[in-house]
């Protein structure tokens, strides 16, 4: 009964921080139509709008560097507060950054806008130290990559039919509201009051108290582990690599070369390249779950399946011939990676170099399709990656985690870089930045992720 009561315990822990993850997916992928309705609304160029996820995901490396430099000083504040205090005071700081959206349109300030975002993002930093660590340590440890993997699926979820429903009300809908960026008003004030809710509602329902009982020391511990150190970097090019992608690919659909689509009209491929990843990670939760091997094959086909049938109701033969193209190379991918988080990471990076590689020498659709399936590929690298640099960090954990998540400081760093680049050098060139990171995180597959003390003696 004890077991059966705490599974039950698992299951609903699960259920809550999936809505997290489905929440904070959708907001962020909100950018990628921010950037270009802003760049619109205020007149700035490539670089300039890309100070959108300079500000929001900057404000991930300054929650997390406040937050390692209190867990150096006093010991790590998750350990003391509990990861469900830790979630709701994150949600709270959320709400209050989208809320912030309203007098940012009322002032016509592109910096208040600016200040918003990095409010939101210091909330997002805070549930982001809390809710991956805690998906891990809620089941076993042998299937804490099958569990991120699901929840980030439902974070997909939320960047799939953010740009749909985001374009929908941002450049339609709204836009007879769009002086001084009137348009995200209402949208922006509704994520508000669901932030309010979600942390009511995770006030209320009963989790597991997760509270280290042990002394924390002090220090930063964390930092002796060699998976943890070169995974931090391996975050910093994942998160940089898809976040340049996904904020400059409505510019890239926008060019003559390749489709020349409006962004209305491109803001729906950008829910392809989102899509992907929410279809990657539930291949990737079922691929490293403990299901028996008939149930394991046949969901990872049935995955792509529904989704090849989703295309064809919604977009027709076509579209959905050339994505299932793509698709079937993604399966081939997880079984060369024989269920091995290490080896399935190193795979896909390989793969996302290959594609981005074909789409910078290729023009049309070739180049467009080849961009667009990178998001296949870029599903399970968050994951694979999390937890393979905290695995055997104990007591250590959360200070890890911490360090993780200011590497998504690469959100606000490189897609800047690539802003340069487009104006220097043109938006078609630019995808050479995201190359470059991807090159690292297959060298994190490889051999990165082995653990090892930065002495040099092995774990």
Not at 74 to 90: A, Q, S, V
Not at 178 to 187: F, L, Q, Y
């Amino acid at each position: 009964m004890v077991m059966k009561n705490k599974q039950e315990s698992d299951v609903l822990s699960l259920i809550v921080l999936t809505s997290l993850f489905f929440m904070w997916g959708f907001i962020t992928c909100m950018n990628d139509i921010l950037v270009p309705y802003m760049k619109n609304v205020f007149q700035l160029n490539h670089t300039q709008a890309m100070f959108i996820q300079f500000s929001f995901f900057g404000a991930y490396f300054i929650g997390s560097v406040i937050y390692f430099i209190v867990s150096i000083k006093f010991g790590d504040p998750i350990n003391k507060i509990g990861y469900k205090n830790g979630l709701i005071i994150g949600l709270i700081m959320s709400s209050l950054g989208t809320f912030l959206f309203l007098p940012a349109s009322w002032f016509v300030s592109y910096i208040f806008f600016l200040f918003a975002l990095f409010i939101l993002g210091l909330g997002f930093t805070l549930l982001q130290i809390a809710a991956n660590p805690y998906v891990a340590i809620i089941g076993t440890p042998e299937t804490a990559s099958s569990r991120l993997n699901l929840s980030q699926g439902f974070n997909s979820l939320g960047t799939t039919i953010a740009p749909l429903i985001g374009g929908f009300l941002i450049f339609k809908y709204f836009a007879s509201a769009s002086t001084g960026g009137g348009s995200v008003r209402i949208p922006y004030l509704v994520f508000s009051v669901v932030f309010l809710i979600l942390a009511l509602v995770i006030k209320l329902v009963h989790l597991p108290a997760f509270v280290n009982p042990h002394k924390v020391p002090k220090g930063a511990g964390a930092l002796k582990y060699g998976q943890l150190v070169f995974g931090i970097i391996a975050i910093f090019m994942y998160v940089g690599g898809e976040v340049s992608i996904g904020s400059m690919m409505i510019s890239f659909l926008g060019l003559k070369e390749i489709a020349g689509l409006k962004p209305a009209e491109a803001s729906v491929y950008v829910a392809f390249y989102w899509g992907g990843l929410m279809i990657g990670r539930f291949i990737g939760a079922i691929s490293l779950s403990h299901l028996s091997p008939l149930k394991k094959h046949s969901l990872m086909f049935l995955v792509p399946v529904v989704a090849i049938l989703v295309i064809v109701f919604q977009k027709g033969h076509d579209i959905a011939f050339i994505y299932g193209i793509f698709l079937v190379i993604n399966l081939v991918g997880f079984y060369l990676g024989k269920y091995l988080p290490s080896r399935t990471l190193f795979i896909f990076a390989f793969f996302a170099v290959t594609l981005l590689i074909i789409s910078l020498i290729t023009n049309g659709h070739i180049s467009m399709w080849c961009l667009i399936a990178i998001g296949l590929f870029n599903s399970i690298m968050w994951s694979n990656i999390f937890t393979l640099a905290i695995d055997g960090l104990g007591i250590h954990t959360s200070q890890g985690s911490s360090l993780l998540v200011m590497a998504i400081l690469g959100g606000a760093i490189l897609p800047v870089i690539q802003g340069v680049l487009a104006d220097g050098f043109g938006v078609h060139f630019s995808f050479v930045v995201p190359v470059l990171a991807y090159f690292y995180i297959a060298f994190y597959g490889l051999f990165g992720y082995r653990h090892k003390t930065l002495g040099g003696q092995n774990d």
